[in-house]
């Protein structure tokens, strides 16, 4: 692509992704569901303003998300599965989370002047946006759990902690693939709610235990061979995760196993752009988050008396590092 076009089409990339971050938000997508509807049917149901639900309407199937046949649109059947809060592959719950980190991006001005994270938005009850949020974390969690069991042997684990496990979305795929395995979920009360519902519909409550907590304050329990910690520490300034891999390391049996999934930079830190623009999300929504290469976290977990590491290659730009529990912090 010439650089001009590739120039434009970065600069214009918010359009297509605010009307389609809109739609989901506002529950378009979920109103349509698999029936074809006028924009003026739709407007009453939601109670939105007709002209304005055409224009976003007849946008969205511009880009081939929506048909429009006799005035009247359908979701295309091959974007279904994915826009419906029901569909197999739901990332309906992520889209509105992205639409609630959006006012965030938008103040990244601010943000470069200040230093400091965008507060919560306040147009919102915060109920809202932690469900959109936790859920937003099963959509992606569904898929990547799913990978890790076809690429890491479980069958050796009896115990394992999800660290900031959100929804329980992991600890359902590993248990329900490997019945000799119990969990512990591990998260804030917000948190740890939904997890409840998810075990609960998941008939999973004999071998997933929940524990409100908070990861920096409390302990997060013994006698585990097996620590999870997925999309976790790039919440945190680069002391946090020192104290994190610390307590994962006291609370793994010797020998145990730390499996860390992230979306993880090349030393150069420019690589994948995924990560690094993962880091922008991070610098407007907390004091010192970021994206961390393989080797900074490698080092993190090493001083933490880890060793034997290695690591796996998975979807949508994330990695998994594995390392043993070697029980010899660096320094002790
Ligand atoms: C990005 S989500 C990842 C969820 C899950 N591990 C996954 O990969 O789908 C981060 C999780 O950490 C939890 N969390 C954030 N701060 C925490 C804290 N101080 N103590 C415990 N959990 C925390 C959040 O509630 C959320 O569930």
Not at 17 to 22: A, E, G, Q, Y
Not at 170 to 184: D, G, K, T, W, Y
Request: some cysteine.
């Amino acid at each position: 692509m010439d650089p001009k076009t590739q120039l434009t089409e970065l600069a214009q990339g918010y359009r297509q992704s605010i009307v389609l971050l809109t739609a989901c938000k506002l529950g378009i997508f979920a109103a349509l569901g698999r029936d074809r509807r006028t924009a003026n049917d739709l407007a009453a149901q939601r109670k939105l303003d007709p002209r304005a639900l055409e224009t976003t309407l007849l946008a969205l199937a511009a880009e081939g998300i929506l048909e429009c046949h006799d005035q009247s649109f359908c979701i295309a059947p091959r974007y279904l599965e994915i826009l419906l809060p029901d569909g197999d592959q739901t990332q309906s719950h992520i889209f509105n989370h992205n639409y609630n980190c959006l006012q965030r991006w938008c103040r990244l001005a601010e943000v470069l002047r200040t230093g400091q994270p965008v507060p919560e938005p306040a147009d919102e009850p915060e109920e809202d946006s932690l469900r959109d949020f936790i859920c937003g974390m099963a959509d992606i969690s569904r898929v990547a759990s799913k990978e890790v069991l076809e690429k890491v042997d479980l069958s050796p684990f009896r115990k394992m902690l999800d660290l900031g496990g959100g929804p329980a979305t992991a600890a359902i795929e590993f248990a329900r693939q490997h019945p000799q395995l119990s969990c512990v979920v591990f998260d804030l009360p917000g948190a740890i709610a939904i997890a409840r519902e998810e075990i609960l519909r998941a008939g999973l409550t004999d071998r997933i235990e929940t524990r409100i907590g908070d990861y920096y304050q409390d302990e997060f329990g013994q006698g585990f061979d097996l620590v999870y910690i997925s999309n976790i520490i790039h919440s945190m300034a680069p002391a946090d995760t020192d104290l994190i891999a610390r307590k994962s390391q006291q609370a793994l049996l010797p020998g145990g196993t730390v499996m860390i999934k992230e979306f993880f930079l090349e030393d150069d830190r420019t690589s994948p752009a995924a990560a690094a623009y993962f880091s922008i999300n991070m610098l407007v929504a907390t004091e010192g988050g970021k994206s961390y290469t393989l080797r900074e976290t490698r080092e993190i977990f090493r001083n933490a008396g880890f060793r034997d590491f290695r690591s796996i290659d998975l979807a949508a730009d994330s990695r998994l590092l594995i390392a043993r529990n070697a029980g010899t912090p660096t320094g002790s």
